[in-house]
């Protein structure tokens, strides 16, 4: 049932990609990933908070709540698609086709650098000190508590560490009854802090070619690249 939270993004973002009108093709895409994110990441909090108060978190009811997200957002998306189709012919005008060089270079990025992360990401489940101490340890006691409020443990991190990634991080388990995709919160919180940069370099007036330095020099980073496959949250 994870495929429904990946199909809800790709909705979500589809339905920001809609509602910026007064950006640029690159920038709107860029914005509409970062204002997804977010949102997803609300929404869990929102969630798993909402379960928690009535001891009820448990995979039918977490399934329901996405549910009840995904048809919502559908709707959302229905009454946006000609903004959607706006939105489509200004990137065929937009003269990114142009730009081969640049195309190249986000194409190579991609399948050389982010796609055999984004598999690493899956196929190698947490295993960091962090990892095993607290951030996955934290989130089994929520599932058999059915709640997410204190309790006796002989690591006091379980209890006062920022808990917004094990609360996704509680969703993704209890939908895919593994901790497969747990990796990808950091993951794609690497990718929202990338797109961050790129528009603070073009905040400062400078075009897209050292946009995409900053790109590269920013994911680069070798303490970034292993953690964006674990479930360390210094990006997120």
């Known amino acids: 049932m994870v495929m429904l939270l990946v199909i809800l993004f790709f909705i979500v973002f589809c339905i920001n990609l809609a509602r910026s009108f007064n950006l640029s093709v690159f920038d709107n ?7 997804t994110y977010l949102l997803v ?3 869990s909090i929102f969630i798993t908070e909402s379960l928690s108060f009535f001891n009820a978190i448990n995979y039918k009811n977490i ?3 996405w549910i009840l997200v995904f048809f ?17 012919i200004k990137l065929k005008t937009s003269g990114i086709f142009i730009k081969k060089n640049y195309l190249l270079l986000i194409l190579v990025s991609i399948f050389l ?18 990892s095993l101490g607290y951030h996955l340890p934290r989130v089994e006691h929520w599932i058999k508590n059915k709640n997410v ?26 939908l895919s009854n593994s901790d497969n995709w747990a990796n990808y919160i950091q993951f794609f919180a690497m990718i929202g802090s990338i797109f961050l940069i790129t528009l ?10 050292y ?16 953690q964006a496959t674990s479930t360390q949250t210094d990006y997120l």
Do not use: W
Not at 29 to 35: D, E, Q
Not at 211 to 226: C, H, K, N, P
């Open 29 to 35: 895409i860029r914005i509409s990933f970062l204002k």
């Open 41 to 43: 990441l609300l929404i």
């Open 63 to 65: 399934l329901f709540c």
């Open 72 to 88: 919502l957002s559908l709707v959302f998306l229905i009454k946006n698609v000609n903004k959607l189709k706006f939105f489509f």
């Open 113 to 130: 650098f982010l796609i055999p992360l984004f598999f690493i990401a899956y196929y190698y489940p947490p295993n960091t000190g962090d």
């Open 149 to 174: 409020d204190h309790y006796p443990t002989g690591d006091i991190r379980q209890l006062f560490h920022q808990p917004l990634s094990e609360f996704v991080i509680l969703n993704l388990n209890l």
């Open 200 to 209: 603070l370099v073009k905040f400062f007036g400078l075009d897209y070619r």
């Open 211 to 226: 946009q995409i330095l900053s790109a590269i020099l920013s994911f680069t980073v070798s303490m970034g690249i292993l």
